[in-house]
């Protein structure tokens, strides 16, 4: 069974005014998904910047959620919501010819890394977090996990992460199938004798 990691994720939203400084990345738009397509994976692009650093700056907190070694941090509404919403976050710029507007169907996962950061927990929380996303919002990693360098052409993250924790990208897939093929193995089929019982987990 997959983790129900909205009790471990610490919400942090980052306001919906536009930020002042010149060059920011732009606000938290308040507007809300119509349907989540895919999970984006980047980095934040500062080595040894903390995850609590990171969301209280409105120059980085620009995705839905950043990861460190200690935390786990939604900074746009995508899991915590009561209402159970999920906002746009203004996060990349999708390459032309991309079949998907990601801005306006994606979650996305920003990766501390370097410096006194962990780099190996800092992957376990992410591929934890990723399962979580696909199997919420019924998602195949083959198809729907993405790099952010995969549709901004100014990225090439998350590299710098992934190679600090000595993967690439498609082990990072690879641990998120593996995960949600356990969780499915878990689960006993309807109609079981472990459901009939009662005993399902």
């Known amino acids: 069974m997959i983790s129900d990691l909205s009790d471990t994720v610490m919400r942090q939203w980052i306001p919906k005014a536009r930020p002042k400084r ?20 980047g980095d934040t692009g500062w080595r040894g ?75 376990v929380r992410c591929v934890a977090l990723v399962a979580f996303l696909c199997d919420r919002f019924d998602l195949d990693p083959a198809e729907d996990v993405k790099r952010a360098g995969d549709l901004d052409i100014a990225r090439k993250d998350p590299d710098q992460a992934l190679q600090a924790a000595g993967v690439d990208f498609q082990t990072l897939l690879g641990a998120v199938a593996e995960e949600l093929g356990q969780a499915a193995a878990d689960t006993p089929p309807v109609g079981s004798a472990a459901a009939a019982r009662g005993l399902e987990p």
């Not at 509404?77 to 079949?99: D, N």
């Not at 306006?104 to 800092?122: D, H, P, S, Y």
């Open 49 to 123: 910047l903390t995850a609590a650093s990171a969301a209280g700056d409105l120059g980085q907190a620009y995705g839905h959620f950043i990861v460190d070694d200690k935390n786990i941090i939604e900074c746009v509404p995508a899991v915590k919501s009561s209402l159970g919403i999920v906002e746009r976050a203004c996060f990349v710029q999708s390459k032309p010819g991309q079949e998907f507007d990601a801005q306006e169907c994606a979650i996305t996962i920003n990766l501390c890394f370097g410096g006194q950061i962990a780099a190996k927990r800092v992957y």
């Open 22 to 41: 010149e060059g920011a990345p732009p606000p938290r738009p308040g507007t809300v998904l119509a349907e989540v397509k895919k999970v984006v994976v």
